[in-house]
């Protein structure tokens, strides 16, 4: 069956970075844009960054770009999301999302707390 399972969050300190993979299986994952949205409490999801399966990108709200960088790893079915200069306001569950013209898959989430 149709896995995404994201790993790599965690408690970090303002300032500080952490990196993301999502481990995709069950389907052709080279075909698929991939996606990270994330989610604060009391907010709606929100997204972060898409890598489509010709690896163009294209990046969420402005707060996060220069720092946030997706990438894919086809021969290992993993995307990834590199998140520099991590500020509190960064705080949130992370999903990973995958798409093509007729599916849509969500992982379970990962927490990223930014707190000193």
């Known amino acids: 069956q149709v896995q995404l399972v994201e790993s790599g969050g965690g408690l970090v300190r303002p300032g500080g970075s952490l990196r993301l993979s999502c481990a995709a299986s069950g389907f052709t994952f080279r075909n698929y844009d991939m996606s990270w949205y994330r989610q604060a409490p009391g907010k709606e999801r929100e997204l972060v960054a898409t890598i489509t399966s010709t690896g163009g990108i294209t990046n969420g709200a402005d707060s996060m770009k220069g720092r946030f960088t997706i990438s894919r790893d086809n021969a290992k079915n993993t995307v990834y999301l590199q998140m520099n200069s991590l500020k509190p306001d960064d705080t949130a569950v992370y999903y990973c999302?995958?798409?093509?013209?007729?599916?849509?898959?969500w992982g379970q989430g990962t927490q990223v707390t930014v707190s000193s």
């Open positions: 999302n995958a798409a093509d013209w007729a599916h849509m898959y």
